[in-house]
C-alpha cells in the first residue's frame, strides 16, 4: 500500500457509512492509519474452550455447543422480554439469555454450533446447571480461523455510543485484515536493527488481533509490539523537540568576561553556595561562553537556591556588556524577584527595571537604549512595546505556566541569546528530558545547609484550640504565618468569601494580631502593599489564596495553615509548605482537613504529613493520580502520547531522544523522512515550523 492509502478516509473502507464514519470521528479516527492506531484498550482471553462440565461458578469461562433450543420465554415482570438459549457440548448443557434483545432471535438457530463467552452462574432454575447473561456469541462455521470474537484472545476497544463491542471488533478485524498489511514503515532499517523492534505492520497485526500472546503483558502495555509503537511515538516527538532546538540557529554570544560582578555577589552572601549550586553555576556558564546558544534547564526543589545561582549568571551576562531578562510565572513572583535582585544588584550599580503589567514608556526608553541591563518581568516582558538594545540573557521562571514554543517568543528579542529555564517540579530526569526535550539539564539536588525539614500535622476542624495555640506561640516569639484558603473557579465567589471571613475571624480571635489579606482579585498595587508590608514584618498573620503558592520568599514565616487541605493537590500542597522552613528556624506546615475524606485526598495528607522531600512527593503522586492525568497537569501546550507511559517507558525516552537527536543532526529538515517528517508535524499539530525547510 503506498502511504497515501492510509490516508484514505475511513468512510472509504467497505461496511462504514457516512453514520459510522461520524461515530469514528468522536473516537478520533478518521483516516485508515487512524484506525490501524487506534489500539485496544484491553484484551481477553477467550482461547480456552471449556467443557461445560468444568465450568466454573463466578468466572469469565468460553464454551462451545451445539443449540439444542432458543425462544423467548415467559417473564415473571411484564416488560422484561427474555431470550434463551441451550446449548450442548456433549459434557453438558448450558444456558445462555439475553434480555429486551428481541433481534437476537434472528441471529441464534437450533441445530447452529455457538461460541458463548461470559461469565457463568449456577442457575438455580433449570436443570442445565449454569446461566450466562448476555454473553458474547458467535455461531460457529467450519472454518474456525475466521473467529473474531471467541476462541482467542480478543480485543476490547474504547467506544463511543451508537456502535457495539462486536460491531467496532468485525470492522477493526477488516480494517486491519485489508490494510495493516501493506502500511509503510515508518522508521529507518538501521533503528529498527539496533533497537530489535518488529516492523509496523506485524506491530499493528499483532496488538489488534494477537496470536499467542501472555495476555498479562498485553494488558499492561508491555509486549514487544507495545514497545515497538511506544519506540514510534516518542522518536517522533523528540524528533520534534531536536528539530526545535535546532532551529533556534548555531550562533548566538559567547560570554567571555573576568567574571568580576559574579564574584563579588557571591562574596556578599551571607552564605556559601552549596556544592550543587555550585555545579550548576559552573554548567550554566560554561555554556554562555560558547559561541553556541545556550538553552538550559535549571532543576531543583523549592527553597534549593535557583534564584541566587540564576542571578549570578545574569550578572556574568552584565559584566560582558549585554542585556538580561528575567520572566516570572505571576506579577506577585515578578515583583519579588525585582526586589530580590534590586537587593543583590544594589552595591554593583546595576540597574533593574520591572516590567509587569503598565509600563512606563520612560522606563521603555531606558531598556530600548540599553541603559538598564536587568529587566524583570512577567509575560508581559513578550509585549512589542518591549525592546532591548542587547538582549543577551533570557531567564524564565517557569513553573509550567509557560509551553515550550512560547518560550521562544521572548528569546525573539535578542539575536539568539542564551536561555535559562527553571523550575521547582521535582520530576525524574528522563522526564524532565521529555517536558524539556529542548534544553539541557542542570539539577540543584542538595538544600543548603541548615534547613530543617518543616513538621507537618493533618488536623481536622475540632482541633481549632490546639491550632491557635501554636499560631500564637509563633507570633508572640515574633515569627509570622501564613494563612490559605483554596479558591477554584468554579466556586470562586464563595472561595473569596470563606478567605475574607478568614481574616475577620483571625482579628477577632486575636485582636492583638495584624491580619492582612492577599488574593488575586485585588489591584496590583493593593497586593504589593500587603505583600511588603508581610514581608517587612508588620503583618503576623497572612490571610491568602493559593497566589501564595509559587516563590513567595519571606524567611521570617515559620507557620503554614492551609485550610481544606483536602483540596489541594499534592504538587500544590509541597509547593506552599515551601513558603516556610526558609530560614534556619524550626517552621511547621498545619493541613487542615474537612471530612468525610476520599481516599486519594487521604492518602495526599499522609505522604505530606511523611516527607519533605520533592522527589518522594512526586513519585507519590505519580502513584496516586496515574500518569495520564499527572502527566497532564505537568505538560503546557504539549501533545500527549498515546501508546508511551512516561513512567513505564522512561528508559526508551533516553533511546527515542538520542536516536532523534542524531537524525536531526544529520538530516535537519528529515528531506529523506517524508513520512517521519509529516507523522512529526501531524504529532505537533499546529505547530508548523517545527520542522524547517532544511
Ligand atoms: P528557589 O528559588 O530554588 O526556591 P531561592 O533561590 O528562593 O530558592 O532560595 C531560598 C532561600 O534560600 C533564599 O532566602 C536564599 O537567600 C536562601 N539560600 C539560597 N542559597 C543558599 C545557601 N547556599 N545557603 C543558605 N541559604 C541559601
Ligand atoms: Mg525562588
Redesign the pocket.
Known amino acids: 500500500m503506498d502511504s497515501s492509502l492510509a490516508d484514505l478516509p475511513v468512510q472509504s473502507i467497505k461496511g462504514i457509512g457516512p453514520r459510522r464514519a461520524a461515530l469514528f470521528g468522536r473516537i478520533g479516527v478518521r483516516t485508515v492509519r487512524d484506525a490501524l492506531y487506534y489500539l485496544p484498550r484491553r484484551y481477553e482471553d477467550r482461547s480456552l474452550i471449556r467443557a461445560i462440565a468444568d465450568i466454573r461458578a463466578g468466572c469469565a469461562e468460553t464454551v462451545r455447543g451445539r443449540i439444542i433450543s432458543c425462544g423467548p420465554v415467559a417473564a415473571r415482570g411484564k416488560r422484561l422480554r427474555i431470550f434463551e438459549v441451550l446449548a450442548n457440548d456433549g459434557t453438558g448443557t448450558i444456558k445462555g439469555r439475553w434480555f429486551n434483545q428481541s433481534f437476537m432471535q434472528r441471529n441464534l438457530k437450533a441445530g447452529q454450533d455457538v461460541l458463548l463467552c461470559g461469565e457463568a452462574k449456577r442457575d438455580p432454575y433449570s436443570g442445565a446447571g449454569f446461566v450466562m447473561d448476555g454473553p458474547e456469541y458467535e455461531t460457529v462455521s467450519e472454518d474456525a480461523d475466521s473467529l473474531i470474537h471467541t476462541n482467542r484472545v480478543v480485543p476490547l476497544y474504547r467506544l463511543t455510543e451508537g456502535i457495539s463491542q462486536k460491531q467496532l471488533r468485525k470492522i477493526m478485524f477488516g480494517i486491519v485484515e485489508q490494510y495493516a498489511g501493506g502500511l509503510t514503515e515508518p522508521l529507518p532499517p538501521e533503528i529498527i536493527e539496533r533497537h530489535g523492534l518488529p516492523s509496523l505492520c506485524e506491530t499493528i497485526k499483532a496488538l489488534h488481533f494477537p496470536e499467542d500472546c501472555d495476555i498479562r503483558d498485553w494488558n499492561e502495555g508491555k509486549s514487544i509490539y507495545h514497545r515497538r509503537l511506544a519506540f514510534e511515538e516518542l522518536f517522533v516527538f523528540a524528533l520534534g523537540m531536536a528539530a526545535f532546538r535546532k532551529g533556534r540557529g548555531q550562533r548566538g554570544y559567547s560570554f567571555r568576561c573576568e567574571g568580576r560582578l559574579r564574584k563579588r555577589l557571591q562574596e556578599g552572601l551571607s ?4 556544592n550543587a ?1 555550585k555545579r550548576a553555576l559552573e554548567e550554566i556558564l560554561s555554556d554562555m561562553r560558547r559561541p553556541s546558544p545556550m538553552s538550559r534547564l535549571l532543576q ?1 526543589d ?7 545561582v540564576t542571578f549570578a549568571a545574569m550578572l556574568h551576562a552584565v559584566e560582558c556588556g549585554f542585556q538580561t531578562a528575567f520572566m516570572a510565572p505571576t506579577e506577585i513572583l515578578a515583583e519579588q524577584h525585582y526586589r530580590n535582585i534590586c537587593k543583590m544588584a544594589e552595591g554593583f550599580g546595576v540597574k533593574v527595571a520591572l516590567i509587569s503589567g503598565g509600563a512606563k514608556d520612560r522606563q521603555l526608553d531606558r531598556i530600548a537604549s540599553g541603559e538598564i541591563p536587568v529587566v524583570v518581568g512577567t509575560h508581559a516582558l513578550m509585549q512589542e512595546a518591549v525592546v532591548f538594545k542587547n538582549l543577551g540573557f533570557v531567564v524564565i521562571d517557569e513553573q509550567h505556566k509557560f509551553g515550550v514554543t512560547q518560550r521562544g517568543n521572548l528569546r525573539k528579542k535578542g539575536f539568539n541569546p542564551d536561555l535559562l529555564v527553571m523550575t ?1 517540579t521535582p520530576i525524574p530526569r528522563s522526564l524532565a528530558l521529555t517536558l524539556y526535550g529542548d534544553l539541557d539539564y542542570s539539577v540543584i539536588d542538595e538544600m ?1 545547609a541548615g534547613r530543617r525539614p518543616v513538621l507537618t500535622k493533618v488536623f481536622v476542624p475540632d482541633q481549632k484550640k490546639e491550632i491557635y495555640g501554636i499560631l500564637e506561640e509563633e507570633i508572640k516569639k515574633g515569627r509570622q504565618v501564613y494563612v490559605v484558603y483554596p479558591v477554584i473557579e468554579e466556586s470562586e465567589k464563595i472561595d473569596l468569601r470563606a478567605a475574607v471571613e478568614g481574616k475577620s475571624a483571625f482579628e477577632s480571635i486575636f485582636p492583638g494580631f495584624r491580619v492582612g489579606l492577599l488574593h488575586g482579585r485585588m489591584a496590583a498595587a493593593d497586593r504589593e502593599e500587603v505583600m511588603s508590608e508581610f514581608r517587612r514584618g508588620d503583618l503576623d498573620i497572612l490571610v491568602s489564596t493559593t497566589i501564595v503558592e509559587v ?1 513567595v ?1 519571606v ?1 521570617n514565616a515559620t507557620v503554614m495553615i492551609v485550610v481544606h487541605a483536602e483540596r489541594f493537590g499534592l504538587a500544590q500542597l509541597h509547593q506552599l509548605r515551601g513558603r516556610v522552613g ?1 530560614g534556619g528556624d524550626r517552621s511547621c506546615c498545619l493541613l487542615v482537613a474537612y471530612g468525610p475524606l476520599g481516599e486519594d485526598a487521604g492518602r495526599r495528607l499522609d505522604v505530606m504529613a511523611r516527607t519533605n522531600d520533592g522527589f518522594s512527593i512526586a513519585q507519590e503522586d505519580l502513584a496516586i493520580r496515574g500518569p495520564g492525568e499527572f502527566w497532564g497537569t505537568l505538560q503546557s501546550g504539549m501533545p500527549g502520547f498515546k501508546v508511551a507511559d512516561l513512567i513505564r517507558d522512561l528508559q526508551l525516552i533516553e533511546t527515542a531522544r538520542q536516536e532523534a537527536f542524531s537524525m536531526i543532526d544529520a538530516n535537519p529538515g528529515l528531506c529523506d523522512f517524508p513520512l517521519l517528517k509529516k507523522m512529526c508535524e501531524t504529532f505537533w499539530n499546529g505547530r508548523t515550523g517545527v520542522i524547517g525547510a532544511g
Open positions: 552564605f556559601e553556595l552549596t549550586q531543583g523549592v527553597g534549593c537556591g535557583k534564584t541566587v521547582a543548603p516563590g520568599d524567611p526558609r
